[in-house]
């Protein structure tokens, strides 16, 4: 195995959501946070909406404006933490999964496992409808 060249760059991560930064250049991500920012596209992006993968996503949003009840809870638990298994699986690993929804907006408590580095990080994610 070949040591890592002097002048190899260590990998970067493009900013979600697209911006620059304060030097007029493409905004990068630290590993933790983009890890986030794609927890949180997956999440609020409706199966569908996007082109080349019309099964990615929750749709949480979708069901902003719905009778909430235990089973629906349930039932978006389920299917939230089926998806991060499915799209996420090699980078995360869920330890704790809450959904809740109050008015018009969507809240997801998310413990989960970074496999690169092995750390445990637990976010708020939060989604209003538009």
């Known amino acids: 195995m070949r040591p890592p060249s002097p002048h190899t760059r260590p ?3 493009i900013a979600f959501p697209f911006h620059a930064d304060r030097r007029g250049r493409t905004a990068h991500a630290r590993p933790a946070e983009h ?3 794609l927890i949180e596209q997956l999440l609020f992006t409706s199966p569908g909406e996007r082109v080349m993968r019309p099964d990615f996503g929750c749709g949480l949003l979708d069901l902003v404006f ?4 235990p089973e629906l809870v349930s039932t978006l638990e389920l299917s939230v933490q089926a998806a991060l298994q ?3 699986g090699d980078l995360i690993e869920v330890v ?3 959904i ?3 008015d018009d907006t969507v809240r997801v408590q998310l413990s989960y496992l970074v496999r690169a580095t092995g750390t ?3 976010d708020l994610f939060e989604g209003r409808a538009a």
């Open 11 to 13: 990998r970067s991560d």
């Open 66 to 69: 719905a009778p909430i009840g």
């Open 96 to 98: 704790s999964l809450d």
């Open 86 to 88: 499915r799209w996420l």
């Open 120 to 122: 445990v990080h637990e």
């Open 35 to 37: 890890v986030h920012d």
């Open 100 to 102: 809740a929804a109050a």
